[in-house]
């Protein structure tokens, strides 16, 4: 329980120091959003009036402590390009993110485990240059490209979803569906090669230890062994590796999203950044960066659990 305690204060935490970097970040950058919003001809009294009701007249620091403290209670802020409650712009957005990300993640637990297993039993033998080659190009393969490849394929020849169609979670959802999950596979693609190749690297280490051959000698079935112990200690290290995954699956989200036209909040983070949206802007990245914290954390809990070595002291 103290464990949990500490990983839940470390996640508070990074929040806390993501939330001010991000907040200092935009607010040092160059350009000025009132005249973004009212154009370069503006008179000085039109954009001082608009920064005052911004409030970007007030020192840094207590505008941070402003909007932190409106973003504890779930104020948001308002748009700078929109008008509107931070919250009303992200939320529809959020959900197509979120479940793009979960599909590319499920994919890549389904997928790799069981190929990075039976990988194994392809070193050394007459397939393993084959299966070399394969893995090196899916990790080599850039998202933007292959969602080139699979919106042209599946979606302009077979015509299984539509490319660029706007996503309506509410609406239609089946096609929603079908384009989230296309736009997962290529997110996914590139993060399966590596979690193949590192688990098939653990699983050759582990059955090269002594226990693994002691256990043999003693008249143990392999494929029992496999299973017993070499799976679940070379699973500590691809949950650990999964749990770095979602960084990357976020930032291949945002590369994904343009591809395939997906109104989420990737792509809503680039235009909010193009137009200085920095409420948008500022709250997207403490989002993003909860994810990435929280898978982490959560790959943590599950290795301890896992992995008895790793309560030993923890206080779990």
Known sequence: MKYVIRRVAALLATMLLVSALAFLAFSLV?????QTKLGTEATPEALAALRREWGLDRPLALRYLSWLGGFATGDLGISYSYSQPVWTLIAPKLGATLLMCLLSFALIVLVSIPLGIGSYRWVGGRFEWLSTILNQLCMAAPPFFTGILISYGFGVALRLFVPGQ???????????????????????????????????????????????????????????????????NSLVATVTFLGQTMA????????????????????????????????????????????????GALADLVNRTVDPRLRLGGGI
């Open 30 to 34: 160059s350009g000025d959003p009132a």
């Open 166 to 232: 706007v996503l309506d979670l509410r609406g239609d959802l089946p096609s929603a569906l079908r384009t989230l999950f296309f736009a997962a596979v290529c997110i996914a693609i590139p993060r399966v090669a590596m979690t193949v190749r590192m688990m098939r690297s653990t699983v050759v280490g582990e059955m090269n230890r002594a226990y693994v051959r002691t256990a043999i000698s003693r008249g143990l079935d392999r494929r029992g062994v496999m299973l017993r112990h070499v799976l679940k």
């Open 248 to 295: 990357e699956i976020i930032g291949g989200s945002i590369v994904v999203e343009q591809v395939f036209g997906i109104a989420g909040l990737g792509s809503f983070l680039v235009s909010s950044i193009r137009t200085r949206d920095y409420p948008v802007v500022q709250t997207i990245v403490v989002i993003l960066a909860f994810w990435v914290a929280l898978s």
